[in-house]
């Protein structure tokens, strides 16, 4: 017999494609360069942890950070999940990936590659971002 915290093998399959789609949405609102639709994806106390800038807690903070990133010129950024492991109770997940990323700079052009973690917590039935954090893999110089 199932304990009233644990969901079904079949139910955690179910959650990791939902969560799988929402960063689908997520990546086509940072393609529409959309401050405030990419910031919706985050739950009203999440954090948003960026190399080299302070950490953006809330979405008014969250939604300054992308704004100034969604705004470099020429930017390109994609994401691919390469893991999402769902929680046994079903409230919380973790995505982890990698990204890809390029934009003109006053400094001139800047590519980058690394990886990133995403926290996912079940907020009214429906999943947010409570953390997203990435960094990059090459190294500097």
């Known amino acids: ?17 939902a969560i ?3 960063s689908a949405r997520w990546l086509e609102a940072v393609d529409a360069r959309d401050a405030a639709r990419t910031t919706s994806f985050y739950a009203a106390d999440g954090a948003f942890l960026v190399p080299n800038v302070p950490l953006a807690r809330g979405r008014d903070g969250i939604q300054a950070v992308w704004a100034q990133l969604l705004g470099a010129p020429n930017l390109s950024l994609a994401w691919t999940p390469s893991s999402v492991e769902v929680a046994a109770a079903g409230d919380m997940a973790c995505e982890i ?7 003109d700079t006053p400094n001139g052009h ?14 009214e039935g429906g999943w947010q971002v409570a953390a997203d954090i990435f960094n990059s893999s090459r190294v500097p110089g």
């Open 1 to 17: 017999m199932m304990s009233a915290s644990t969901v079904a093998p079949s139910a955690l399959a179910q959650e990791e494609a």
């Open 20 to 22: 799988r789609a929402m």
């Open 110 to 123: 800047v590519e980058d590659d690394g990886k990133y973690v995403v926290v996912w917590r079940k907020v």
């Open 97 to 103: 990936g990698s990204y890809a990323m390029s934009m």
